[in-house]
Structure formats: structure tokens, C-alpha cells
């Protein structure tokens, strides 16, 4: 059986349905007047106002998400502990052009300095530079511990956003069954 549609007037005005709950009157924003301003949300953490719609704080250095429960970047860097905050550090300076450009000028520097083309220090290490080898090893071990323990967190975030998902996606299979099951007892209720 088909359900009736009713066709409306298209050229007025839509009617608001004004929310009768106090949850749904949170959520109604249709009633904000231009005359007045609307209502401000303070941040929890610095204090700073935002608009009611949004959904972390403005404030740059904050940057706090301002919804009923935890954020999951939230939870994961109080969960964080030293070596990780510095492993990322770390990564982070590794993967900027800046490491490269300190790298280049470290060995023209090492270099000019150990074949005598700079007389300004007595030369340390000779050509084949062993020194130098020695040293870039040990940075490279670091550097590999490093990017290891920031993969790995990387991978705790990617498995406790999945995990984050699956939940969203089942309750919201839930809710849309729900919502089926409603029409269809509202339809068959009608014929």
C-alpha cells in the first residue's frame, strides 16, 4: 500500500516546528532572532567563548573539542607517556626540510673544516671522516627508534579510530532499524 503525500503550498514560508523536549530545544536553533546575539559556549579549558554550533574552541592554542563527552585526541595524549611525546617531537623536526638543510650544512661544515679548506679549528678527522660515519650510525639508530615508536602510536590512533567507527556505524544501524520499525507501525496504523 502506497502512503498518501500531502503537496503543500511551495510559494509560503516553511512553518518551524518548534521542539517541545528541553534536548530537542538545545538542538533548536531556528528561534535565534537577528536582533539578539546568539548564546555563547565557554570551553572548558581556557574559558574562551565560541558559538553554540561549534564543534571545538577558536582559540588556536586550545583548539578543545566542546561536545558532551571525550574527544579521542583527547583521551589518546593524556594516555601518551614521555618517550612517545618525544619520539613525535622528534619525527616531526625528522620530516622537515629543515633536517635536511642542518644535515647539509653539518657536512659542508665537517668537511671544510677536516680537508683544511676552513683554518679556523685544527683538523679532528681525517679523510675518510670514520668519526663522522660513526656519529651518522648512532644518529641513524636514533632516528629509526624514533620513527618506530611514532608508527606505533600512529597505529594505536588508526586502531582506536576504527574501533570509534564500528561503534558509530552499529548504533547507527540500530537507530535506523528503530526508526523503520516506527514508520512502518505508524504506516500500518493508518490503513
Same mark, same amino acid.
Given at each position: 500500500?502506497?502512503?498518501?503525500?500531502?503537496?503543500?503550498?511551495?510559494?509560503?514560508?516553511?512553518?518551524?516546528?518548534?521542539?517541545?523536549?528541553?534536548?530537542? *530545544?538545545?538542538?533548536?536553533?531556528?528561534?535565534?532572532?537577528?536582533?539578539?546575539?546568539? *548564546?555563547?559556549?565557554?570551553?572548558?579549558?581556557?574559558?574562551?567563548?565560541?558559538?553554540?554550533?561549534?564543534?571545538?574552541?577558536?582559540?588556536?592554542?586550545?583548539?578543545?573539542?566542546?561536545?558532551?563527552?571525550?574527544?579521542?585526541?583527547?583521551?589518546?595524549?593524556?594516555?601518551?607517556?614521555?618517550?612517545?611525546?618525544?619520539?613525535?617531537? *622528534?619525527?616531526?623536526?625528522?620530516?622537515?626540510?629543515?633536517?635536511?638543510?642542518?644535515?647539509?650544512?653539518?657536512?659542508?661544515?665537517?668537511?671544510?673544516?677536516?680537508?683544511?679548506?676552513?683554518?679556523?679549528?685544527?683538523?679532528?678527522?681525517?679523510?675518510?671522516?670514520?668519526?663522522?660515519?660513526?656519529?651518522?650510525?648512532?644518529?641513524?639508530?636514533?632516528?629509526?627508534?624514533?620513527?618506530?615508536?611514532?608508527?606505533?602510536?600512529?597505529?594505536?590512533?588508526?586502531?582506536?579510530?576504527?574501533?570509534?567507527?564500528?561503534?558509530?556505524?552499529?548504533?547507527?544501524?540500530?537507530?535506523?532499524?528503530?526508526?523503520?520499525?516506527?514508520?512502518?507501525?505508524?504506516?500500518?496504523?493508518?490503513?
Amino acid at each position: 500500500m502506497a502512503a498518501k503525500i500531502e503537496v503543500t503550498d511551495l510559494t509560503r514560508e516553511p512553518q518551524v516546528a518548534r521542539a517541545t523536549s528541553p534536548a530537542a *530545544a538545545r538542538c533548536d536553533l531556528s528561534d535565534v532572532s537577528a536582533d539578539r546575539a546568539p *548564546a555563547t559556549l565557554a570551553c572548558p579549558s581556557c574559558g574562551d567563548e565560541n558559538p553554540v554550533q561549534a564543534v571545538f574552541c577558536a582559540n588556536p592554542a586550545c583548539h578543545k573539542a566542546l561536545g558532551e563527552f571525550r574527544y579521542v585526541r583527547e583521551e589518546l595524549l593524556e594516555q601518551t607517556r614521555w618517550h612517545e611525546t618525544l619520539a613525535e617531537r *622528534a619525527t616531526s623536526f625528522i620530516g622537515k626540510p629543515h633536517f635536511v638543510v642542518a644535515h647539509v650544512l653539518l657536512f659542508a661544515a665537517w668537511v671544510g673544516v677536516n680537508t683544511g679548506l676552513v683554518a679556523l679549528v685544527r683538523a679532528f678527522d681525517v679523510y675518510p671522516f670514520g668519526l663522522l660515519g660513526i656519529l651518522l650510525a648512532v644518529e641513524a639508530i636514533f632516528i629509526t627508534g624514533f620513527l618506530l615508536i611514532s608508527q606505533n602510536r600512529q597505529n594505536v590512533h588508526a586502531d582506536k579510530r576504527a574501533e570509534l567507527d564500528y561503534e558509530v556505524n552499529v548504533r547507527t544501524y540500530r537507530e535506523i532499524h528503530e526508526i523503520k520499525a516506527m514508520l512502518q507501525a505508524t504506516l500500518n496504523g493508518r490503513n
